[in-house]
C-alpha cells in the first residue's frame, strides 16, 4: 500500500534526534500506508502522549536528548500507558535489546535492517494486537498472545516479537518437529528467501535458536525443552525420542545452557 489517504493510514509514533534518518525512514513509512508522527526528543514525546496523542505504536531511538528511549519507555510504562513501543536503534547489543523488552517494549530492530524489514513486522504487530487472547500455559511456560511475552517458571524471557513467534510455533505442535523451512516462514513469511543456497536460510534458523536458548539459559541454566532434530528442524519437549532427537551435549549449534548464557552473542539480530 503506497501514498495511503490520511483517513486510512495507520498512525504511528517516530521519536529520534537524527534528522536526516528520521526525514527518510519517515518518508518510507508514508509510502506504506503509516501517517508518521515525529519527535525529536522523549520529552516532546511525552508531553503530546499526556495531551491525547493516539498512535498504534511508538518507534523509539535509543540515544535521545536529555533522556534516553529507555527511559521514556519506563515513564510511559510508569504512567499506566500501554501503546506498544518498538525500539528503532542502531545499539543493537543484547544487553540493550534485554533491557528494553524487559522495560515493556514489545520488539527490538536493528535500523540498518531497512524499510523493507520494518513495515511488514509493524504491519504483522499491529494486526494481532487487534486479536485479544488471554495467557496460554504450557506447564512452566506462559505465553502472553497480545504482548508477545514469554515467562519461564514466572520470569520473562525477554524475547523479541520475531523469537517469540517461533517459540509459539515450537509449543503448538505438542511434541512434534517443525521443519526449518516452516520455523524460517515464521519468521518472515511464507517463501521468504534468503542465505547461500538452497537451504541457505537453516543457517539463520540455527542463529535464532541459539539466541532463544541463550534467554532462556539467562533465566534458567538448567533448561533443555528445545531439541535439535538432525536434518529436520527443532521441536519443543521435556524428553524427546532417542531415535529422532539429537542429544544437547552432541548437538553442535546447541551449547550447554550455562555455557550459553555466558558466552558473547553476535551483534545481528533475527
Not at 537524527?18 to 527518510?24: I, M
Not at 524475547?159 to 516462514?185: C, H, M
Amino acid at each position: 500500500m503506497r501514498g495511503a489517504d490520511a483517513a486510512d493510514a495507520t498512525p504511528v509514533a517516530l521519536v529520534d534526534d537524527d534528522s536526516l534518518y528520521c526525514e527518510g525512514i519517515a518518508k518510507d513509512l508514508v509510502d506504506r500506508g503509516f501517517a508518521v508522527h515525529k519527535f525529536r526528543d522523549g520529552r516532546t514525546f511525552l508531553d503530546a502522549v499526556q495531551q491525547g496523542l493516539a498512535v498504534r505504536v511508538v518507534l523509539l531511538d535509543w540515544t535521545l536528548p536529555a533522556m534516553s528511549g529507555l527511559e521514556v519507555l519506563r515513564t510511559l510504562r510508569q504512567r499506566q500507558v500501554t501503546i506498544p513501543v518498538v525500539f528503532l536503534t542502531g545499539r543493537c547489543r543484547v544487553e540493550y535489546e534485554l533491557a528494553a523488552l524487559r522495560s515493556g517494549a514489545i520488539d527490538f530492530v536493528n535500523k540498518a535492517r531497512g524499510i523493507e524489514v520494518l513495515a511488514p513486522r509493524l504491519r504483522r504487530l499491529i494486526a494481532c494486537r487487534c486479536e485479544r487472547a488471554e495467557a496460554v500455559c504450557h506447564g512452566e511456560l506462559v505465553l502472553h498472545p497480545t504482548m508477545w511475552r514469554a515467562e519461564w517458571r514466572r520470569r520473562d524471557v525477554g524475547l523479541t516479537v520475531t523469537e517469540y513467534k517461533v517459540v509459539s510455533k515450537l509449543v503448538a505442535q505438542n511434541g512434534q518437529p517443525v521443519t526449518f523451512r516452516a520455523i524460517y516462514d515464521e519468521m518472515h513469511y511464507q517463501g521468504f528467501q534468503a542465505g547461500t543456497g538452497a537451504r541457505g536460510y537453516e543457517v539463520n534458523v540455527r542463529s535464532i535458536m541459539k539466541k532463544i536458548r541463550r534467554k532462556f539459559a539467562a533465566v534458567d541454566e538448567g533448561f533443555n525443552r528445545i531439541w535439535n532434530i538432525t536434518a529436520v528442524g527443532y521441536l519443543w519437549s521435556s524428553m524427546p525420542r532417542k531415535d529422532t532427537a539429537t542429544p544437547a551435549e552432541t548437538d553442535a549449534d546447541l551449547e550447554h545452557p550455562a555455557a550459553a548464557a555466558a558466552s558473547p552473542i553476535s551483534s545481528s539480530r533475527e
